[in-house]
Nanobody, 116 residues
Framework: QVQLVESGGGLVQPGGSLRLSCAASGFPFSSYPMSWYRQTPGKERELVAT????????ISSDSVKGRFTISRDNARNTVYLQMNSLKPEDTAVYYCKTTYKMLPYWGQGTQVTVSS
């Protein structure tokens, strides 16, 4: 079955960096786009970025453009989100997602907290 497992979250000071990872299994990873979303309490889940099957990236959130980068390693079945110049408003649970055979699959999420 499809599994997505995020890691790399934690507590970081404003201006710091984190790299999130999402390890995928159970589907032909290299053939499918992957996305990162984030969610804060009381708000809808927000699409942050998408990487195509061949590595093209789309940053969907204006608030992270120029600071976040999405990438993938098809040999490792892993998608990454490099987050630089972090701000307190980036605090959220970050999820990776794919759609396989027309069904959405989510990871369990990883908490990112930006605070001094």
């Amino acid at each position: 079955q499809v599994q997505l497992v995020e890691s790399g979250g934690g507590l970081v000071q404003p201006g710091g960096s984190l790299r999130l990872s999402c390890a995928a299994s159970g589907f032909p990873f290299s053939s499918y786009p992957m996305s990162w979303y984030r969610q804060t309490p009381g708000k809808e889940r927000e699409l942050v970025a998408t990487v195509t099957s061949v590595g093209g990236s789309i940053i969907s959130s204006d608030s992270v453009k120029g600071r976040f980068t999405i990438s993938r390693d098809n040999a490792r079945n892993t998608v990454y989100l490099q987050m630089n110049s972090l701000k307190p408003e980036d605090t959220a649970v970050y999820y990776c997602k794919t759609t396989y055979k027309m069904l959405p699959y989510w990871g369990q999420g990883t908490q990112v907290t930006v605070s001094s």
